[in-house]
């Protein structure tokens, strides 16, 4: 599949599908008074897409995967920061395994881009 635009691409789409689902998360009681965690877990997940959005712009492979990198990066601090969230009681088990296998998709499809457009 050619990706002609930013909606085009998957990982991107499943970003957006997660940090809604975050959002909605940490406007819950408890989350939502944690406002530090509330807030960086919100902008980790906002550019795990931004970052993918961001290197799409950028019309270079090179740049690009570079930018795919950034966010699997972001991926792995929003799943660092579901344990905060998960021991501290604001997230169920079954939530968190969710919200992680989520994270290790979209990092899987983020990589697996990066080496395609490294090799083009």
């Known amino acids: 599949m050619k990706i002609n635009k930013l ?3 998957e990982a991107w789409q499943r970003a957006r599908k997660l940090v809604q689902e975050i959002y909605r998360i940490t406007a819950r009681d408890g989350f939502s008074k944690d406002f530090g965690l509330r807030d960086q877990i919100r902008r980790a997940a906002v550019s795990i897409m ?4 961001e290197g799409f712009g950028r019309r270079s492979n090179r ?3 570079n ?6 990066g972001s991926t792995a601090e ?5 344990y905060v969230a998960l021991d ?7 939530t ?5 296998k989520q994270c290790d998709e979209i990092s899987r ?8 457009l490294r090799k083009k």
Request: hydrophobic residues 40%.
């Open 7 to 9: 909606e085009d691409i």
């Open 78 to 82: 929003v799943q660092s920061h579901f």
């Open 63 to 65: 740049e690009f995967a």
């Open 109 to 116: 499809m983020v990589l697996s881009l990066s080496k395609y």
């Open 88 to 94: 501290q009681s604001y997230i169920e088990k079954k």
């Open 50 to 53: 931004s970052s993918i959005a």
């Open 67 to 72: 930018f795919l990198n950034y966010s699997h």
């Open 96 to 100: 968190f395994n969710s919200l992680y």
